[in-house]
């Protein structure tokens, strides 16, 4: 929410918005294998042994599956006997890393065919177009399958918030303002009123409806500082509710929260977020300097018409020499 480092499961913000675009996640990956692969076959070429094969994955399933291995045994790292050994074993890791997120098993026969036949310069089982199809197949697959989860999930958790918030209503001691927005004065401050314009320091604590913590100040240790228009709707509303010295629960609607395309890995979509909020102090923001006005250009002064020459004068019988 704040500039105060990163929050779990790399959520900038509890109360930024924030945009998720669909399929991103799968790109991602997508981009990580490539890169990762071509630096491993660029890199390797003159070190490759001869390739050691294992027993084939599972076929892929309906259901994501994880990539299974045999355990071998540990290896210390004074053990390696060559360079070579010790970094390929690297490219190994991060490669198993980038292929994990892809939810998919793993024929580790198929894979390190691929990876040999590059490597020694065999020829390919598979055209670079035929490559090319089965990957964009895969990743579409992919991604259709995470689209419907989450549209699955969001109609679940839509539901059940709106469950949530009807029952919650009734409750002693909850409000609700136009827009859907519930609290409770737990404390009530003494203080001002920040506005919209302001910006101002808070503690907080962020839940889930089944009291799973996302994000909290104090437990960074230190209050957040951040602008009322800054922040989801929900917060800006609360937020010119309360006075300094006020302590709040909030209760914040997915509308006024993250809506459908819910943010990070906690904050699913649809989800009701709820909030124990501290208001310590509306922060005094820096006045800008007023901007120095350009100086105006003085006018040019009219130059002087030229002077008209004058005509030589005709010789008059005074002024004509004597014969």
């Not at 390797?44 to 994880?66: D, L, N, R």
Request: aromatic letters at 6%; hydrophobic letters at 35%.
């Amino acid at each position: 929410m704040m500039s105060h480092g990163p929050m779990p499961n790399g959520l900038l913000s509890s109360v930024r918005k924030v945009v998720i675009k669909k399929g991103k996640e799968m790109k991602r990956l997508a981009l990580v294998l490539m890169a990762v692969c071509g630096l491993c076959l660029s890199s390797c070429k003159a070190m490759c042994a001869e390739s050691e094969t294992s027993e084939p994955g599972k076929a892929a399933s309906e259901t994501p599956a994880k990539i299974e291995t045999k355990p071998g045994p540990e290896k210390p790292a004074e053990e390696w006997k060559t360079p070579a050994a010790k970094l390929s074993y690297a490219f190994g890791m991060e490669i198993g890393s980038a292929l994990k997120g892809l939810e998919t098993d793993v024929d580790f026969a198929s894979f390190s065919k691929g990876v040999e036949d590059v490597l020694k310069g065999n020829k390919a089982l598979l055209t670079a177009e035929e490559s090319g199809t089965v990957k964009s197949e895969f990743f579409a697959k992919l991604q259709e399958e995470r689209l419907r989860k989450m549209q699955e999930l969001a109609e679940k958790n839509k539901k059940a918030n709106e469950e949530f918030l009807a029952a919650n209503k009734k409750k002693e001691g909850v409000k609700a303002t136009a827009s859907g927005l519930q609290y409770i004065v737990v404390k009530e401050g003494s203080g001002a009123n920040p506005k919209l314009t302001d910006a101002v320091k808070v503690h907080y604590t962020g839940t889930l409806v089944d009291n799973k913590e996302f994000d909290s100040s104090l437990k960074r240790g230190e209050p957040a500082v951040f602008p009322v228009e800054g922040v989801i709707p929900g917060w800006s509303e609360a937020l010119q509710l309360m006075k300094v010295g006020g302590k709040y629960r909030i209760f914040i609607p997915s509308d006024l929260a993250y809506g459908e395309q819910g943010a990070g890995e906690m904050i699913g979509p649809n989800a009701v977020l709820i909030f124990e909020v501290e208001l310590l102090g509306i922060e005094e923001q820096e006045a800008e300097p007023p901007k120095e006005e350009p100086p105006s250009p003085k006018p040019d002064k009219p130059e002087a018409p030229p002077k008209e020459e004058e005509a030589p004068k005709a010789d008059t019988p005074e002024t004509s020499p004597k014969k």
